[in-house]
């Protein structure tokens, strides 16, 4: 059974800085392709950045392009996403999700597995 724990979120100013983490139990994560999505409320989940298995291959939404960086370190089974110059646009609870598929996917169906969500709060 794979489980995901995503955390690190909270509330930032404008223009600050916060970085999440994803644990996962019951798997490697070298045997996943991972992502981070948000939601916003009253709004649908969306792509933030994904990576492929061994993490040599990225890609980010042009919404945050620039100033969020997905990473892993396999070694401690952990993904990152490094949030710069957030915005209150960025105010979502962000998830950590694992997929099985080869490649790097933006599609919310193309994930199998799913973290409980960290809320981000960017506001003055």
């Known amino acids: 059974q794979v489980h995901l724990y995503d955390s690190g979120g909270g509330l930032v100013q404008p223009g600050g800085s916060l970085r999440l983490s994803c644990g996962i139990s019951g798997g490697t994560l070298n045997n996943y392709g991972m992502g981070w999505f948000r939601q916003a409320p009253g709004e649908e989940r969306e792509f933030v950045a994904a990576t492929n298995r061994i993490g040599d291959t990225t890609y980010h939404a042009d919404s945050v392009k620039g100033r969020f960086t997905i990473s892993k370190n396999n070694m401690k089974n952990t993904l990152y996403l490094q949030m710069n110059s957030l915005k209150p646009e960025d105010t979502a609870v962000y998830y950590c999700?694992?997929?099985?598929?080869?490649?790097?996917?933006?599609?919310?169906?193309?994930?199998?597995?799913w973290g409980p969500g960290t809320q981000v709060t960017v506001s003055s």
């Open positions: 999700a694992a997929s099985v598929a080869m490649g790097v996917s933006t599609s919310l169906g193309r994930y199998e597995y």
